[in-house]
């Protein structure tokens, strides 16, 4: 993993060291450039950094455990019978948002409500109209699951004054009640621990030298917002170099990222150590490429995803093809989370504020499962709702 690291030029006389320099700086120049609208990038810079390695190694290891147990709510209202429940997805096509959706059927079925999925498909124009669809419907509930509550805003309006409670999944940057927009609560584990901790990742097992490409979907706020804080904690160790910025937006990941991989294998070669997506379903778009060009599936570059921690992420871990890591999102504790504040909302009481913590799921702690699924949870809600 050290293998990008370039020898530095020896200078015998004055007149090369001269020349050394010049040519240094011209590399430097070079490298600027800020590829797909991101800020710009530089390849090269001292390597290590003792202390980011220290503080990295210590969060890694205990976000790597599995022992956890369940620290969510333990009382609350029970089950309030006869409701419907609409899910607004973004699209079906990113898996974190279908997770969600498969969990909050199944929460649904054992609290007694009905649900309807409604498919935005992945554009503005069908954010609108399945939000508009979902207000017309006049459910009990609404989950807005995985976009920008802004760009809908007419429609969220709409159900606010209609009474109709709003709960997003991913809808804001973070996590609970949220006024502007109006949600009764807003789902997600906290993107700032999820971003530096895949960035950690990235530092602790590159032992403070990696050139990195972070790809991210500049679209959706919330996604925008984790690649910046993921590029600020890469930056915390100077050994650690932002070799490009991709922003490919997850409607077009499947069309896009097989292009921009072989375009920046090209152009980094044994620079590219490591990868980080803000959505894991880069990685299944990108294998193809990285076969193509006779990359090893075990790495380098060495692959985390900063979400959601779908099956195929962890398919992909488990037979060491083209990613090594997740931070997954447990989806369907997420969902399950999601049908209780819909109960708190229509007992009149306020959201649980329950915030999962981070988890890092690797090869050597999935125990070849294909979901982060915590315990406990399941039986605390049924205990709650009295099912």
């Given amino acids: 993993m050290h293998r990008n690291r370039k020898a530095t030029p020896r200078a015998v006389t004055a007149r090369s060291v001269s020349l050394a320099l010049l040519a240094a700086l011209a ?11 991101g800020p710009t990038v530089s390849t090269t810079g001292p390597g290590g950094c003792p202390a980011a390695q220290t503080t990295a190694r210590a969060a890694v290891v205990r976000a790597e455990r599995t022992d956890t147990v369940w620290n969510g709510p333990t009382g609350g209202p029970g089950a309030v019978s006869g409701k419907t429940v609409v899910y607004v997805a973004q699209t079906m096509t990113n898996p974190g948002v279908a997770g969600v959706a498969d969990g909050v059927r199944e929460a649904a079925s054992v609290i007694g409500w009905n649900v309807r999925v409604i498919d935005a498909g992945g554009s503005p124009s069908g954010v609108q109209a399945a939000m508009s669809e979902a207000v017309s419907l006049r459910p009990s509930g609404i989950v807005i699951g995985g976009f920008d509550p802004g760009s809908t805003s007419q429609q969220v309006d709409r159900a606010n004054a209609a009474g109709i409670p709003l ?3 991913h809808a804001v940057a973070s996590p609970g009640p949220s006024r502007r927009p109006e949600l009764f609560t807003n789902v997600t584990t906290r993107v700032e621990d999820v971003a530096r901790i895949s960035a950690q990742w990235i530092i602790s097992h590159s032992n403070g030298r990696a050139g ?3 790809f991210t979907d ?3 706020p919330f996604a925008r917002n984790k690649s910046e804080l993921i590029r600020k904690e890469l930056a915390t160790c100077s050994g650690v170099r932002l070799l490009a910025y991709e922003n490919i937006p997850i409607p077009d990941a499947s069309s896009r990222t097989p292009r921009e991989i072989s375009s920046l294998l090209s152009r980094f070669r044994n620079r590219w150590t490591h990868s980080v997506a803000i959505n894991d379903l880069y990685f299944a778009d990108a294998a193809p ?3 193509a060009a006779g990359r090893q599936g075990s790495g380098p570059p060495f692959n985390i995803g900063a979400g959601d921690g779908d099956p195929s992420a962890f398919q992909r871990i488990n037979s060491g093809q083209y990613q090594a890591a997740t931070v997954p999102e447990p989806l369907s504790q997420q969902a399950w989370q ?3 504040e819909f109960n708190r909302a229509f007992s009149g009481r306020p959201a649980s504020g329950y915030v999962a913590p981070v988890h890092v799921s690797t090869a050597a702690n999935s125990a070849g499962a294909t979901a982060w699924d915590p315990p406990g949870y ?3 809600y049924r205990r709650i709702w009295g099912r």
């Fill in 338 to 340: 999601i049908v209780d």
């Fill in 378 to 380: 399941r039986e605390a």
């Fill in 289 to 291: 490429a990285f076969r």
């Fill in 167 to 169: 709960v997003g999944w």
């Fill in 212 to 214: 990195v490409v972070l």
């Fill in 218 to 220: 500049a679209s959706i």
């Fill in 27 to 37: 590399a430097f120049t070079g490298c600027q450039r800020g590829p797909s609208n």
